[in-house]
């Protein structure tokens, strides 16, 4: 881990700036330790079913900045999910009580001659036509492999059009085959704003930057009691507001796998704090987080005063749900960060984890500081975590595993994981607002949900009769981890 240079024209791949890797099986504890001794190395599958795209993942955050225009410099095919980020900035945008406005997003259609002869010609001209049709305030080009492998000089033509057209147009080297983490994207969407959109300060602010998706609005009630204001950064902002995050008394990260990045970037090069701490999920994770925003603030009584009533408010309640769900099990599949709060979680309400499929793993972030570290915090405050599965989406992994523990429940945070647990009779809980967890009524919130999912569990009863599955019956019997390629960095464990 280094100084984050954003002179350079792309972020460095997450594997060899931090270490991340995309396969292994033990237990949490195991996989900490292992990081935190220098003895964590990839664990190569000789078969893998899917894989995720640094494409997609980029081009999720830039696509839903209010006024720009997203230019995906890729073959058609490439284009294939345009439809489903349309579908997320709608729904989002509503959700934040925003007009509801189709995305504007171009695909300059790379074919077999470009591979060649070169595309550039093709990126200025779509660049042009996405100006002269929508008239954003910034345009974003995020590359593919294909423009990637036959060396287009995206760089070259962002600069020229820059000058030519007025705005910003911005280059996010995003090619999928740099690396298989993809949320590599998150890192390269970030790098291009911070790189090409931030500029210095020229005043600090009451504003509080907010690193997240797209859920629902749950920051004004609390910043607001401190005399702050939340800035929700990337989905839904303007060209203009991005333009002043350097500007913030601080930077929140409601996911560190999604905001690691940008949150280390902007304290090192611009001086705004991040907050440092577990994720406010579980009462303990809460407790740190609210106690170090606090701290940060210089509103150490104000938060100790909100920590106190708002233990009071859901304590009693908590305790009766803890007795409901006291003795049930469950499996988490998810990414990383958001899946380590979601174990904490459920340890706080008293059930029992039996594993978790993760995507990928960070053994640090950029901010360097180990008090971020979700899993460790988990572990360290509610035990260990048996089978444990870095996977990166494998799905015939997660079968097998669910076959074998067969939980009571089981918690995806991606809706192409979810079926599988629905197809085995286990009844599946899908969130998809990554706020509805945060805080001390997080846990309300989750508790309620598991327990009308616990109780509604017909409609999977009824599917796992009448489905069947894709893997054979050999499968299911073999151990899950027959393709993960010698985990040896936990022979000693």
Same mark, same amino acid.
């Given at each position: 881990?280094?100084?984050?240079?954003?002179?350079?024209?792309?972020?460095?791949?997450?594997?060899?700036?931090?270490?991340?890797?995309?396969?292994?099986?033990?237990?949490?504890?195991?996989?900490?330790?292992?990081?935190?001794?220098?003895?964590?190395?990839?664990?190569?599958?000789?078969?893998?079913?899917?894989?995720?795209?640094?494409?997609?993942?980029?081009?999720?955050?830039?696509?839903?900045?209010?006024?720009?225009?997203?230019?995906?410099?890729?073959?058609?095919?490439?284009?294939?999910?345009?439809?489903?980020?349309?579908?997320?900035?709608?729904?989002?945008?509503?959700?934040?009580?925003?007009?509801?406005?189709?995305?504007?997003?171009?695909?300059?259609?790379?074919?077999?001659?470009?591979?060649?002869?070169?595309?550039?010609?093709?990126?200025?001209?779509?660049?042009?036509?996405?100006?002269?049709?929508?008239?954003?305030?910034?345009?974003?080009?995020?590359?593919?492999?294909?423009?990637?492998?036959?060396?287009?000089?995206?760089?070259?033509?962002?600069?020229?059009?820059?000058?030519?057209?007025?705005?910003?147009?911005?280059?996010?080297?995003?090619?999928?085959?740099?690396?298989?983490?993809?949320?590599?994207?998150?890192?390269?969407?970030?790098?291009?704003?911070?790189?090409?959109?931030?500029?210095?300060?020229?005043?600090?602010?009451?504003?509080?930057?907010?690193?997240?998706?797209?859920?629902?609005?749950?920051?004004?009630?609390?910043?607001?009691?401190?005399?702050?204001?939340?800035?929700?950064?990337?989905?839904?902002?303007?060209?203009?507001?991005?333009?002043?995050?350097?500007?913030?008394?601080?930077?929140?990260?409601?996911?560190?796998?999604?905001?690691?990045?940008?949150?280390?970037?902007?304290?090192?090069?611009? =001086?705004?704090?991040?907050?440092?701490?577990?994720?406010?999920?579980?009462?303990?994770?809460?407790? +740190?987080? %609210? !106690? &170090? @925003? $606090?701290?940060?603030?210089?509103?150490?009584?104000?938060?100790?005063?909100?920590?106190?009533?708002?233990?009071?408010?859901?304590?009693?309640?908590?305790?009766?749900?803890?007795?409901?769900?006291? =003795?049930?099990?469950?499996?988490?599949?998810?990414?990383?960060?958001?899946?380590?709060?979601?174990? +904490?979680? %459920? !340890? &706080? @309400? $008293?059930?029992?984890?039996?594993?978790?499929?993760?995507?990928?793993?960070?053994?640090?972030?950029?901010?360097?500081?180990?008090?971020?570290?979700?899993?460790?915090?988990?572990?360290?405050?509610? =035990?260990?975590?048996?089978?444990?599965?870095?996977?990166?989406?494998?799905?015939?992994?997660?079968?097998?595993? %669910?076959?074998?523990?067969?939980?009571?429940?089981?918690?995806?945070?991606?809706?192409?994981?979810?079926?599988?647990?629905?197809?085995?009779?286990?009844?599946?809980?899908?969130?998809?607002?990554?706020?509805?967890?945060? =805080?001390?009524?997080?846990?309300?919130?989750?508790?309620?949900?598991?327990?009308?999912?616990?109780?509604?569990?017909?409609?999977?009863?009824?599917?796992?009769?009448?489905?069947?599955?894709?893997?054979?019956?050999?499968?299911?019997?073999?151990?899950?981890?027959?393709?993960?390629?010698?985990?040896?960095?936990?022979?000693?464990?």
């Amino acid at each position: 881990m280094g100084k984050i240079n954003i002179q350079a024209p792309e972020a460095t791949i997450r594997e060899i700036r931090i270490g991340s890797i995309t396969g292994f099986e033990g237990t949490a504890a195991q996989l900490i330790q292992c990081g935190r001794e220098g003895k964590l190395h990839e664990s190569t599958r000789s078969f893998s079913q899917c894989m995720g795209c640094s494409s997609g993942n980029a081009f999720c955050q830039l696509s839903m900045i209010q006024d720009a225009a997203m230019v995906n410099h890729a073959p058609v095919g490439c284009a294939g999910d345009f439809f489903s980020f349309n579908f997320v900035y709608r729904v989002g945008q509503m959700e934040r009580n925003l007009p509801p406005v189709i995305g504007r997003y171009f695909n300059t259609n790379i074919e077999e001659n470009d591979t060649i002869f070169g595309a550039t010609q093709k990126l200025e001209d779509t660049i042009r036509q996405a100006y002269d049709r929508v008239k954003p305030n910034a345009i974003f080009v995020t590359t593919s492999c294909a423009s990637g492998i036959i060396g287009d000089d995206v760089e070259g033509v962002t600069d020229k059009m820059s000058i030519e057209l007025g705005i910003p147009v911005v280059a996010c080297f995003c090619e999928g085959f740099k690396s298989k983490v993809w949320t590599t994207g998150f890192d390269s969407a970030y790098h291009s704003i911070i790189r090409k959109i931030v500029k210095p300060p020229q005043q600090k602010t009451n504003k509080i930057n907010i690193i997240n998706f797209w859920g629902s609005d749950i920051f004004t009630e609390l910043l607001g009691k401190l005399g702050y204001e939340p800035e929700y950064i990337v989905p839904f902002s303007t060209i203009k507001q991005l333009e002043r995050i350097s500007e913030a008394a601080a930077t929140i990260q409601i996911c560190s796998t999604l905001g690691s990045y940008l949150g280390a970037a902007l304290e090192q090069v611009y =001086g705004v704090p991040e907050i440092k701490a577990p994720l406010a999920y579980g009462i303990a994770g809460t407790d +740190a987080w %609210l !106690r &170090e @925003l $606090g701290k940060v603030l210089g509103k150490e009584a104000e938060v100790e005063a909100i920590i106190g009533d708002e233990k009071a408010r859901i304590l009693p309640k908590l305790e009766e749900y803890r007795q409901q769900l006291k =003795g049930k099990t469950c499996y988490v599949t998810a990414g990383p960060a958001h899946g380590h709060a979601l174990l +904490a979680l %459920l !340890r &706080e @309400l $008293g059930m029992e984890v039996q594993g978790a499929a993760i995507f990928h793993h960070d053994p640090l972030y950029d901010n360097g500081d180990q008090r971020s570290d979700m899993l460790e915090h988990t572990v360290k405050t509610y =035990g260990d975590i048996p089978n444990y599965n870095v996977c990166n989406k494998q799905s015939y992994e997660l079968v097998n595993i %669910l076959h074998r523990v067969r939980p009571d429940l089981m918690i995806a945070r991606h809706g192409g994981m979810t079926l599988w647990g629905a197809k085995l009779g286990i009844p599946t809980l899908l969130i998809g607002d990554e706020h509805l967890g945060f =805080g001390y009524q997080g846990l309300l919130n989750y508790a309620e949900r598991i327990i009308e999912t616990l109780d509604n569990k017909e409609f999977v009863t009824n599917l796992a009769k009448h489905s069947t599955m894709p893997y054979t019956k050999w499968w299911l019997e073999q151990n899950p981890y027959t393709f993960l390629g010698g985990s040896v960095h936990v022979e000693n464990y």
